[in-house]
């Protein structure tokens, strides 16, 4: 397999039937470091629940947070809930935000790749290119070429 074909191995995002029964509510929460700790404040709780919760790491204080949301307001399953966490200074949210916005610029370039490169095979195979020359072209297997686009017969 080429690195171009790496890409192609990936598998594709589905919505599941069980997704669509899911309740989901997102909260937002700040972070803040105290000492060794992370203290959490979670906002906008219905009825005004406050949930406050810390943890050792990061993603300890995330999980805590979710669990004191989910036992506050007596979630149960099949609901979910999301927590949208960030830290309380902004020159660290932004940096996130850039983090975020390289990785969705990324994925969406790479669906873009994935489309250009099904168009060119097709458009190789349909003006009667094989399936190794058109591999050869696009730097790919001519097993790949095969899946992207296969031959109709007429």
């Not at 404040?41 to 004191?68: F, K, M």
């Not at 190794?132 to 790919?140: E, F, H, K, P, Q």
């Not at 097993?143 to 992207?148: D, Y």
């Amino acid at each position: 397999m080429t690195s171009f074909e790496a890409i192609f191995d990936e598998p594709a995002a589905q919505d599941s039937d069980e997704s669509a029964h899911i309740t989901c509510t997102t909260y937002r929460a700040t972070a803040t470091r105290a000492g060794k700790q992370w203290i959490v404040n979670v906002h906008g709780l219905p009825d005004g629940y406050v949930v406050r919760v810390q943890g050792a790491t990061w993603r300890e204080a995330e999980s805590n947070t979710i669990t004191g949301i989910t036992d506050a307001l007596h979630v149960e399953p099949p609901a979910a809930v999301i927590v949208h966490m960030r830290p309380d200074d902004d020159e660290i949210v932004e940096a996130l935000e850039a983090v975020t916005d390289a990785r969705a610029a990324r994925l969406h370039a790479e669906l873009a790749e994935k489309e250009a490169v099904r168009a060119a095979a097709q458009t190789l195979v349909d003006k009667g290119w094989t399936t190794r020359d058109a591999g050869g072209v696009l730097r790919l297997s001519a097993q790949r070429i095969s899946q992207l686009a296969p031959r109709t017969t007429a």
